[in-house]
């Protein structure tokens, strides 16, 4: 104990990763947003970044209404958007690993985990960062980015299935492609 600050004394390396694991984790936070109650209002999905625990903000306007727990995320893996893959009616997680550049969705009912399966890898380099409907055939697809060109991509998905693919715009230096 350090008689001056009251704080026990604490290793300097374990902090500094620790503090870097925090600030990297602040960096790439990512919004997720859909009506997961089918009440016609947006709710909020939230993930822990220490935990992986994700969870789910229902909302009406800007007022917290409820909350309710969904699926830990493996290690490595992040929710990069939310999208009804499986055309069930409910919202799913679209998931990106990029150690391994893999791809994958989680199939929800509500906040449960009912099911999944993997999604296409992507060439090294690119990430997903968000999912929508670009082609207008009522599925998501699947918006890329290659930070080091700058270049974006859709890729059109039927479920977890790649479709087709085609080179969006290329961003100006000092830009970047964010996901929602």
Wanted: aromatic letters at 14%.
């Amino acid at each position: 104990m350090n008689p001056l600050t009251h704080c026990k004394k604490v290793p300097i390396l374990p902090l500094l990763i620790a503090l870097a694991l925090v600030a990297w984790a602040a960096d790439t936070a990512q919004a997720a947003i859909s009506d997961f109650n089918a009440d016609g209002h947006p709710d909020f999905v939230l993930q822990n970044a220490c935990t992986r625990q994700t969870a789910i903000w229902y909302m009406n306007n800007n007022v917290f209404i409820s909350g309710a727990y969904g699926p830990t995320l493996a290690t490595g893996w992040w929710l990069r958007s939310v999208a009804d893959f499986n055309r069930d009616t409910h919202p799913d997680y679209a998931l990106f690993n990029p150690v391994t550049d893999r791809t994958a969705i989680w199939y929800l009912s509500g906040p449960t985990l009912i099911g999944g399966a993997y999604g296409p890898t992507l060439p090294s380099g690119w990430e997903l960062v968000a999912a929508a409907d670009f082609n207008g055939d009522g599925k998501p697809d699947y918006v890329l980015y290659k930070g080091n060109t700058r270049q974006s991509a859709i890729w059109y998905m039927n479920n977890s299935v790649l479709v087709s693919g085609a080179y969006g715009p290329t961003f100006p230096a000092g830009w970047s492609l964010v996901g929602p």
